[in-house]
Every structure is written in structure tokens, then in C-alpha cells.
């Protein structure tokens, strides 16, 4: 045995105890779905990619969060966490968050995020951001964008893109 094969064979024998802390793998992870949303009225674009474990990887930044009496607004970056395949909006936690008019009868997604605070209105500090997590409802299985005018201006207020393959039938809470 050589000097070299000597030394891999040491290397890989050190790694074998992390190895076995490691665990076995979990269940493939594999893209389920994926979706755009853009608020004009809150200067909110983004969008993420869902996994088939529930949890979503992307960011929505909006630039006029309500922070208090208007013109109160804050920038912040809401991070994609996890989301739940069309729970029954009247049971906890889901019943936290009201389906909007547009969505009403139709199977939806429910989508979480982390909140981050970027920047503050100018003026003495207000209160602290109170929410730290972030939850709304989303159109599951519509072939088009859905485009909702909120003020009835015939003006799109809000465009959502979804593509849904097809997921677990309900993700539990995380």
C-alpha cells in the first residue's frame, strides 16, 4: 500500500463517525408547484417553489406594508416557510386569516412566511413589528393567473401565478 492510499484510507476512516451521526436520509424531496404574486397597492412582488415535505423556498418583498395610521409603511422581506394543501378555513390556525372573497369556493394553498423588518417609517419609532410570521391564501388549480381589482377602479390590484402539480393531500403543521 502506498504512502497516498495509506492516507486516503486514514481520511475516510476519520469521517466515517460523522457518517453515522448523519442519520438516515429523509423521503426525496421533488418540486410540487410554484407560484408568482405581485400587490401593486402594497409594492409587493415575489414568489417561491413548493417541495413535496411542505415547506417552500423563495421571498416576497413588499415596500408599503400598513406600519400604523396611514402613510405608516414599512419595507419588508417575507421568507417562504412552509404551506398547507387546502385546510378547512375554519379551523385553527387556518381561521387566523380570512379567504379572501376571490378565492371563496375554489381549493386553495395556504403559505406561510418569516417576516424581516428591512426598513421603518421616518419619524420617532413606532411600535415593534408585531408579527413575525406571515400567513395568507393562494388559488391552487387555476390554468390562468387570477387578477383581483380590490377598489373596483377596474385597475388589477393583485396578480397570483400558480402552477400546482399535485401534493401531499395536506401537510401537517410544521
Same mark, same amino acid.
Given at each position: 500500500?502506498?504512502?497516498?492510499?495509506?492516507?486516503?484510507? &486514514?481520511?475516510?476512516?476519520?469521517?466515517?463517525?460523522?457518517?453515522?451521526?448523519?442519520?438516515?436520509?429523509?423521503?426525496?424531496? /421533488?418540486? %410540487?408547484?410554484?407560484?408568482?404574486?405581485?400587490?401593486?397597492?402594497?409594492?409587493?412582488?415575489?414568489?417561491? %417553489?413548493?417541495?413535496?415535505?411542505?415547506?417552500?423556498?423563495?421571498? %416576497?418583498?413588499?415596500?408599503? &406594508?400598513?406600519?400604523?395610521?396611514?402613510?405608516?409603511?414599512? *419595507?419588508?422581506?417575507?421568507?417562504?416557510?412552509?404551506?398547507?394543501?387546502?385546510?378547512?378555513?375554519?379551523?385553527?390556525?387556518?381561521?387566523?386569516?380570512?379567504?379572501?372573497?376571490?378565492?371563496?369556493?375554489?381549493?386553495?394553498?395556504?403559505?406561510?412566511?418569516?417576516?424581516? *423588518?428591512?426598513?421603518?417609517?421616518?419619524?420617532?419609532?413606532?411600535?415593534?413589528?408585531?408579527?413575525?410570521?406571515?400567513?395568507?391564501?393562494?388559488?391552487?388549480?387555476?390554468?390562468?393567473?387570477?387578477?383581483?381589482?380590490?377598489?373596483?377602479?377596474?385597475?388589477?390590484?393583485?396578480?397570483?401565478? %400558480?402552477?400546482? /402539480?399535485?401534493?401531499?393531500?395536506?401537510?401537517?403543521?410544521?
Amino acid at each position: 500500500m502506498s504512502i497516498r492510499q495509506l492516507s486516503v484510507l &486514514i481520511f475516510a476512516l476519520a469521517l466515517l463517525p460523522f457518517a453515522a451521526m448523519a442519520g438516515p436520509p429523509g423521503p426525496p424531496t /421533488r418540486i %410540487v408547484g410554484q407560484y408568482f404574486l405581485s400587490d401593486d397597492d402594497l409594492d409587493l412582488a415575489g414568489g417561491a %417553489v413548493l417541495y413535496s415535505d411542505c415547506t417552500q423556498d423563495g421571498s %416576497v418583498i413588499g415596500a408599503a &406594508i400598513p406600519a400604523g395610521p396611514p402613510p405608516a409603511t414599512l *419595507v419588508g422581506k417575507l421568507t417562504a416557510t412552509y404551506w398547507v394543501n387546502d385546510p378547512d378555513p375554519n379551523v385553527p390556525p387556518y381561521n387566523d386569516w380570512e379567504v379572501p372573497d376571490a378565492l371563496q369556493n375554489m381549493p386553495r394553498l395556504f403559505l406561510c412566511y418569516d417576516v424581516e *423588518v428591512l426598513s421603518t417609517p421616518p419619524g420617532p419609532p413606532g411600535p415593534s413589528m408585531p408579527v413575525f410570521e406571515f400567513c395568507d391564501w393562494a388559488p391552487r388549480d387555476l390554468r390562468e393567473p387570477l387578477a383581483v381589482d380590490f377598489n373596483g377602479d377596474e385597475i388589477r390590484d393583485l396578480l397570483i401565478s %400558480v402552477i400546482y /402539480r399535485g401534493g401531499p393531500p395536506l401537510c401537517a403543521n410544521p
